[in-house]
């Protein structure tokens, strides 16, 4: 008799009995075949697309997978690449990442524990949380490109324009106002502008809409936009009612996108990094502010809300600004590199290029016309060229982001934006490969539509 211990089989150490082996076999190769279907059938992939299209996006949608979407588009054979989701929702600006793959090591911070560790940059400053290096890169670049006025402006740093915007609204509010100021901007205005505003339902200040319907004799604050996000228009502000302040974003003033035409000298003028270098993840922004009262009480806000903004992505903004800097005035840098300015404006003349390529292959799809102008900066005469299309579906759709998202093409419908869903906002600075898959897409849909 063959005794139940002999027939017992050992592995590492564990004592397996025949039938339990069989039975390990049998289920690995179940999970094995459930997971090969899994990865088939695309489940397993990871899309960087919250419940409403994208995380962080500008309508409120949260992300869960952020940190596991890939720096780069996975590859695909043309199969897969068809149905693939091309997600030009929101303004990711990962177009530039070739830019500053290509600058190698010059780029480069090196930042040791011991850094950082005060919460102080410059007790000095009225901004006590502005690093000095930053401070002066930012004053040299709008210095070079002639965008911006940087003379008896105050310089505040915020954890990205959109914590800035916040600031201006708490510095320009009265908190014992009798009622809330109205806050408006011109539609089609950047989608973010009413969720901000209405999103702790404040006291101080309430959202307003369309400053072309707003007519009241009351104090109120216009958001002007300019190069304007979504349709890439120049804007000025468009009610002149007493008792009005105007807050200039101009997160699109720059060459790639704009011709230069004079230097901004607003009181109040909104910038971000997102858009300029691309360095939307550094989550930094700035403001020049005239006022000192104004900046002191923006200062007030987000020492308040996030004791100050952080020293880390300041020391590596101040080095990406100053090698921009340095690809047009440092002979050496220059002679070795692409400046910066020069790629962007490549890279946006080309995409443009592309889609209105598209969009002359057939009758279902319009562009609005965008101001060309002389370029102070560049010496060149062009078209702005945003970083986002506002395209009109024409002919019978009525709502153009779903008719686009049965192509499997993700934008944002014009009634975020305060217009008509006709519209839908699609962003020209991603990837490379899903935007050629885009422009691939969008060409054969309007040519088979206008058949
Ligand atoms: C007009 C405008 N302002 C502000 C922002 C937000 O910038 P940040 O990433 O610095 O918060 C954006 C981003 O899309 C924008 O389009």
Not at 97 to 104: D, E, I, L, N
Not at 145 to 151: H, K, L, R, S, Y
Not at 211 to 224: M, R
Not at 290 to 300: F, G, N, Q, S, Y
């Amino acid at each position: 008799m063959v005794s139940k211990v002999a027939s017992q089989k050992k592995i590492k150490g564990q004592v397996f009995l025949p039938g339990t082996v069989h039975w390990l076999v049998v289920s690995v190769a179940i999970n094995l075949g459930l997971l090969l279907k899994l990865i088939h059938d695309g489940h397993l992939r990871m899309e960087w697309s919250g419940p409403n299209g994208m995380p962080g996006k500008e309508n409120g949608a949260t992300l869960s997978s952020l940190s596991s979407y890939p720096a780069e588009p996975k590859q695909a054979n043309d199969g897969q690449i068809q149905q693939k989701l091309i997600n030009l929702d929101h303004g990711d600006p990962t177009m530039y990442q070739s830019y500053w793959k290509q600058m190698g090591d010059r780029t480069t911070v090196v930042i040791s524990g011991w850094q950082s560790v005060s919460y102080f940059s410059d007790t000095k400053n009225l901004c006590w949380f502005l690093e000095p290096g930053f401070a002066n890169a930012v004053t040299r670049l709008h210095n070079l490109v002639g965008n911006a006025e940087t003379e008896n402006q105050h310089i505040v740093v915020g954890t990205g324009s959109t914590q800035l915007f916040q600031a201006v609204l708490y510095a320009l509010c009265p908190s014992d106002a009798p009622e809330p100021m109205s806050i408006v901007s011109a539609a089609p205005f950047y989608s973010s502008y009413p969720l901000i505003t209405e999103c702790l339902k404040s006291g101080l200040y309430k959202w307003r809409g369309d400053a072309n319907d707003f007519d009241k004799d009351e104090p109120y604050i216009e958001l002007v936009t300019s190069p304007n996000n979504p349709d890439g228009s120049i804007r000025e502000a468009v009610f002149n009612g007493s008792g009005g302040i105007v807050v200039h974003d101009l997160a699109y003033y720059w060459p790639q996108y704009t011709p230069i035409s004079s230097r901004a000298d607003y009181d109040i003028m909104l910038f971000t990094l997102s858009k300029s270098t691309g360095h939307a993840g550094m989550r930094l922004g700035w403001a020049l502010v005239k006022d000192e009262t104004i900046a002191k009480k923006m200062v007030k806000f987000i020492e308040i809300s996030s004791i100050g903004v952080s020293k880390d992505s300041q020391v590596r903004a101040a080095k990406i600004l100053d090698v921009i800097s340095d690809t047009y005035e440092d002979a050496e840098t220059s002679n070795e590199s692409k400046p910066f300015f020069d790629y962007g404006y490549e890279e946006m003349k080309k995409r443009w290029g592309q889609l209105r390529e598209a969009v002359n292959k057939g009758q279902s799809f319009s562009l609005p016309n965008l101001p060309v102008g002389k370029c102070n900066f560049s010496n060149q005469t062009f078209g702005t060229q945003p970083a986002f299309a506002w395209v009109k579906c024409e002919q019978a759709v009525d709502d153009c982001e779903s008719f686009l998202k049965k192509h499997k093409i993700l934008t944002r419908g014009g009634a975020h934006f305060g217009s008509s869903k006709k519209y839908a906002r699609v962003s020209l600075i991603g990837h490379e490969d899903d935007y050629n898959e885009f422009i691939r897409r969008f060409s054969q849909i309007n040519y088979v539509e206008s058949l």
